[in-house]
């Protein structure tokens, strides 16, 4: 017999809403919502966000995880709805939705993702006061015996307080804050973010178990060995206050 409804058919990207009325359901949320939407959405890379205004949920979901299966997308859905919930997601989904993201064909969809749509503005790296080509080779040849790759650098089009310096593995650029290219901020300082971002590039991202780490121990020594440490620190600190 014929039973539509068991045919294992090649289905289309699944019902993102659905999908997250179902996880909400299942976290017995206390709080009204009225309203549950989902789509996918091209953001260059793999992020996805989530928002709750007026009662109402509205997520938009990496298209990289198109291809996803269910299971992946509920373990996001879920990771996604914890946090305006302000809850934990569980452990299971935060591995698997990981996992899932650590494959290496996912790594090699998200740079190239990241590379076809990212913006690429950037101010150029001679900025008003600091010189961050200059900059680059300096600490390459001090703190790195200048074997840091020549990657792309620049200045952030939008001054950031949040983040003064951002590695971009998937176009090998260095951007920094634009924030920083004043004549109040110490040339060391820039160095020092500079320094820092140059050390993503030695220390990649790793994995350890359902963790991402960013800033490895190594990471964290190699940090120390700057010459103004934490002279640098304290003014970062104070500069993002
Ligand atoms: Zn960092």
Redesign the pocket.
């Known amino acids: 017999m014929n039973r539509p409804e068991q045919l294992a058919l090649p289905l289309g990207p699944p019902d993102l809403a659905e999908l997250f009325r179902r996880v909400f359901t299942r976290l017995r949320v206390k709080s009204p919502v009225v309203s549950i939407g989902a789509r996918f959405h091209p953001f260059a890379g793999l992020r996805s966000t989530i928002t709750l205004r007026n009662g109402a949920v509205k997520a938009r979901v990496s298209d990289l995880l198109m291809e996803a299966s269910p299971v992946v997308l509920e373990a996001l859905a879920e990771i996604l709805l914890a946090r305006i919930f302000h809850r934990r997601p569980s452990r299971e989904a935060r591995e698997c939705y990981l996992a899932y993201t650590f494959r290496p064909a996912m790594r090699v969809r998200i740079d190239a993702a990241r590379r076809e749509r990212g913006s690429k503005r950037l101010l150029p790296p001679r900025g008003r006061h600091h010189d961050l080509g200059e900059i680059f080779r300096a600490v390459n040849a001090r703190q790195f015996h200048g074997q840091i790759p020549v990657c792309l650098l620049g200045w952030s089009p939008r001054t950031s307080r949040r983040i003064l310096?951002?590695?971009d593995s998937g176009h090998g650029t260095i951007i920094i804050s634009r924030q920083l290219d004043s004549p109040s901020v110490p040339r060391y300082v820039v160095e020092y973010v500079v320094f820092?971002?140059m050390?993503?590039i030695q220390f990649p991202v790793e994995r350890h178990g359902h963790r991402r780490v960013?800033?490895s121990r190594e990471?964290r020594e190699a940090e120390r060995k700057f010459p103004k440490y934490e002279l640098a620190c304290r003014q970062i600190k104070h500069l993002c206050a």
């Open positions: 310096g951002h590695y820092h971002e050390l993503h960013v800033h990471f």
